[in-house]
């Protein structure tokens, strides 16, 4: 998005004084988040950390740059995935799939869409499309289950306005009835076969040997979905997911592919795999312990990354927005006026 997009509301004021949840970071935040001229992060900003009126969203769906985004839609609600995908996979990945997911993640996280956007709504009917009987999104891994995929869509449809729908709830009550014994979650094929294997995604899905661990990576992006809706962020399973992830934070995962410790530093926006910014936001929302020493460990972290005009210049793994560092920074600040809120 081209910082030059015309504002659906007044400039902010340029200089803020310094917010208390910002006192643990070396500089405030607020005067290069408040410069910015992206009208989507000006709404952001002023909705998150200012509790300041940011008008209506739907002033944010008319940009050029939101609709040059809906125009590519297709008229089953999806979007086409670049290049068509792997030709050899097509037959059973659903790439229709996972393009329409990234988009709605821009969609709903950047532009503040909801289901009265009529394209958002029809997006989300091709999503539900892919639901099976037992309530999971089914295809970006074949006909493999995918936990991390059905609660990364969850996710978006509930801040999208579909907390109370029931296909939401089938999809809830399927990730509590594949939790591994620990509490958290793990790619079902990876508990059987140890290692990702591409021929197994045209076999029939397979059950998760839930004596296995959780992987963290898997349980931290289904924790983004209970910690998005209004009651499950409640519940004992997110209380007790959100315990497991905070003492895994730094550490290897169980199972290949992202395991290595690193993948905890490569930030995206919005949020994709499991990384450390995108558990603080999930635990922060969930709680209760905040003060666990690693959730401290990892917001002295991102103090300690900020740069002198108060924004985290981080190594990004994803997209090509060049406000992406702006909105890894919102989302860092989200994080610590969160923590702040429950310490009071």
Request: one cysteine or more.
């Amino acid at each position: 998005m081209t910082s030059g997009a015309r504002q659906p509301a007044a400039r902010l004021t340029p200089a803020r004084a310094r917010p208390a949840w910002a006192r643990p970071l070396r500089h405030n935040p607020l005067p290069a988040l408040t410069a910015s001229a992206n009208p989507c992060l000006a709404y952001a900003v002023r909705r998150d950390l200012l509790d300041d009126d940011p008008g209506p969203a739907r002033n944010l769906w008319a940009l050029p740059e939101a609709q040059r985004l809906l125009r590519r839609q297709l008229p089953d609600g999806s979007w086409p995935y670049p290049g068509g995908g792997v030709p050899r996979y097509r037959e059973f990945e659903d790439y229709a799939q996972i393009e329409t997911y990234r988009t709605l993640g821009i969609l709903v996280e950047k532009f503040a869409a909801t289901r009265q956007l009529p394209a958002l709504e029809h997006a989300a009917e091709f999503m539900f499309s892919r639901q099976t009987a037992a309530g999971d999104f089914r295809g970006i891994y074949g006909r493999q289950y995918t936990p991390n995929y059905t609660a990364g869509t969850l996710e978006l449809l509930v801040k999208a306005g579909y907390a109370r729908d029931a296909r939401v709830g089938r999809a809830f009550a399927w990730l509590l009835s594949i939790r591994q014994e620990d509490g958290g979650w793990a790619i079902p094929m990876l508990t059987r076969r140890g290692r990702w294997d591409q021929p197994s995604l045209s076999q029939p899905a397979l059950a998760p040997d839930r004596s296995r661990p959780a992987s963290h990576m898997v349980t931290g992006v289904v924790l983004r979905a209970f910690a998005a809706h209004p009651r499950y962020r409640r519940s004992t399973a997110a209380r007790q997911a959100a315990g497991l992830l905070a003492d895994r934070l730094f550490s290897r995962d169980k199972y290949p592919g992202r395991d290595a410790p690193s993948f905890w530093f490569g930030f995206g926006f919005p949020f994709w795999f499991t990384d450390l910014l995108s558990a603080l936001d999930s635990l922060t929302r969930v709680g209760p312990d905040l003060d666990h020493p690693r959730i401290a460990e990892a917001c002295a972290w991102f103090a300690g990354q900020q740069s002198a005009d108060g924004t985290w210049r981080l190594h990004a793994t994803r997209g090509s927005d060049p406000d992406t560092a702006l909105w890894i920074s919102l989302a860092i600040c989200r994080v610590f006026r969160r923590r702040a809120a429950v310490g009071r």
